[in-house]
C-alpha cells in the first residue's frame, strides 16, 4: 500500500498528468491522467473507508450540475471533469488521510527541486521557471504551500534546508502573489513565535544568492528589476507590482456576472476558453459567475471553516492555519479550481487533519522531536 501512496503522491503532487501531456505529447499525458485516477480508485479499494467529505462533495455537485444546466460547450470535457472531481474528493480522502504532514513536505520537496533543474539546466528566455509544473504561478502555489509546512519542522537542518528550498524555488517563479504571502507568512509568525524570525533571515539569504547568480539563470529581467529596486529602497518600484493586476481581469468580469448571479452563465464561461478574453482569475469569483450564488456561498464556508477549525493549532501545529490562509488566498489568484488536482488534494488533507487529532497529548504525538 505504500508503494501505492507514493506513486499517487508523486502524480498529484508533481502534477504529472499536466507535465506528461506537455513533454511527451497528447497520447502519454492521456494515459499517465488515466493512470493517476485508476490508482486512486485502487488505492481507496484497499484502503479503509472512512467517511465522505460532503461540503466537497455537495460543493461539487452544486457547481458541475448547476454550471451544466446553464451551458456546456463540450458535454465530453463536461463529464471527464466532473467523474475526475468525484475521484479526487472521494478516493482522494483516504489518500490525504494517510498522507503524514512529514510525508507531504518531502514530496513537495521533491516537487520544487523541479523547478531549480529548470533554473540551472533549462535556461529559457522567460526567466520564470515552473519545473514539473508548467506554470510559474502554480510552481509558486507549491513552494508556498511546502514553506508553511517547514514551521512545525523540529530538526533544525532540516527545516533551515526546507526553508531556504521552498523560498528561493519559489523566488524563481516571480511570481507576485508568492513574495506577498512568503512575506505575510513570515512576519505572521514571528508574532506568534520570536524563534521563527530565522525564516525572514533564510529567505533574506535566499534573495541575495538570487541576486548573485541572476545573471547566469537568466531571470525574468522585468520582475527582477522590480525586486531590485524594491531592496534598494525604491518606493516607486511597488508600482510594478500592480502593472497588468489581476483586479483588472476581476472587474472585466463583473457585469457578467450582475446577468445571472443565481444561476450563473455556463460551465468554463469564466475560464477564458473561448480565447476572447483571459480567464477571470479568481475562483469565488469563477464560481458565481459560471454557476450562481449557491456554490459560491459553499465554497467560501468550506475555506473560512478551515481557517477557523485550523485556529485551535495555533499552538502546537502553527502550519494548519498558515495553510489555511494560504489556500484562501490562492482561491483568489486561479480560475481552474475544480480541475486542479494539486490544490484540491492539499485542500481535503488539510481539511482531513484538522479532525485528526482533538487533544494536547495528540498534538504533542505528532510532532516528535528529531522529525520533519
Known amino acids: 500500500m505504500k508503494i501505492l501512496k507514493y506513486i499517487a503522491l508523486i502524480l498529484i503532487l508533481w502534477g504529472m498528468p499536466s507535465f506528461a501531456l506537455v513533454a511527451f505529447g497528447e497520447t502519454v499525458g492521456s494515459n499517465v491522467s488515466y493512470f493517476t485516477y485508476f490508482l486512486l ?15 466537497f462533495l455537495v460543493l461539487g455537485l452544486a457547481y458541475f450540475l448547476v454550471s451544466g444546466l446553464i451551458f456546456i ?4 470535457f463536461y463529464i471527464n471533469e466532473f467523474i475526475k472531481y468525484l475521484i479526487i474528493i472521494i478516493c482522494g480522502a ?43 504561478n502554480g510552481a509558486a502555489f507549491v513552494s508556498l504551500i511546502g514553506y508553511c509546512l517547514t514551521f512545525s519542522i523540529e530538526n533544525k537542518k532540516i527545516k533551515y534546508l526546507f526553508i531556504f528550498l521552498f523560498t528561493f524555488t519559489g523566488i524563481l517563479t516571480f511570481s507576485r502573489f508568492f513574495f506577498l504571502m512568503w512575506l505575510f507568512i513570515s512576519v505572521l509568525s514571528v ?14 539569504v535566499a534573495i541575495v544568492l538570487l541576486l548573485s547568480v541572476a545573471t547566469i539563470l537568466q531571470v525574468n529581467t522585468e520582475r527582477f528589476s522590480i525586486l531590485e529596486s ?7 518600484a511597488s508600482s510594478g507590482l500592480s502593472e497588468d493586476s489581476r483586479t483588472e481581469q476581476w472587474t472585466s468580469y463583473i457585469d457578467d456576472i450582475y446577468k445571472s448571479p443565481i444561476v450563473g452563465n455556463g460551465y468554463k464561461s469564466f475560464s477564458g476558453i473561448e480565447d476572447i478574453k483571459q480567464g477571470v482569475h479568481n475562483s469565488y469569483l469563477m464560481t458565481i459567475g459560471e454557476a450562481g450564488i449557491v456554490p459560491f456561498i459553499l465554497l467560501v464556508y468550506t475555506y473560512v471553516l478551515m481557517l477557523i477549525k485550523s485556529m485551535k493549532y495555533v499552538k502546537y501545529q502553527i502550519y494548519k492555519p ?15 479550481y475544480f480541475n486542479n488536482e494539486f490544490i484540491l488534494f492539499i485542500s481535503i488533507w488539510l481539511f482531513v487533519h484538522l479532525d485528526q487529532y482533538q487533544t494536547k497529548e495528540e498534538l504533542e504525538i505528532e510532532i516528535q522531536p528529531n522529525q520533519i
Open 73 to 76: 460547450e463540450d458535454f465530453e
Open 230 to 236: 524594491l531592496l534598494s529602497g525604491d518606493t516607486q
Open 322 to 336: 498558515f495553510v489555511a490562509i494560504t489556500l484562501l488566498a490562492i482561491l483568489m489568484v486561479m480560475h481552474n
Open 94 to 136: 483516504e489518500l490525504a488521510r494517510n498522507t503524514t504532514r512529514a510525508e507531504l513536505c518531502f514530496f513537495l520537496f521533491l516537487g520544487s527541486i523541479s523547478i531549480l533543474v529548470h533554473s540551472l539546466f533549462f535556461v529559457d528566455g522567460y526567466g520564470r521557471y515552473s519545473g514539473f509544473y508548467l506554470n510559474p
Open 191 to 204: 508574532f506568534g513565535n520570536r524563534k521563527n524570525a530565522q525564516s525572514l533571515i533564510i529567505g533574506g
Open 41 to 55: 480508485i485502487g488505492y481507496y479499494f484497499f484502503s479503509k473507508k472512512r467517511r465522505l467529505l460532503f461540503p
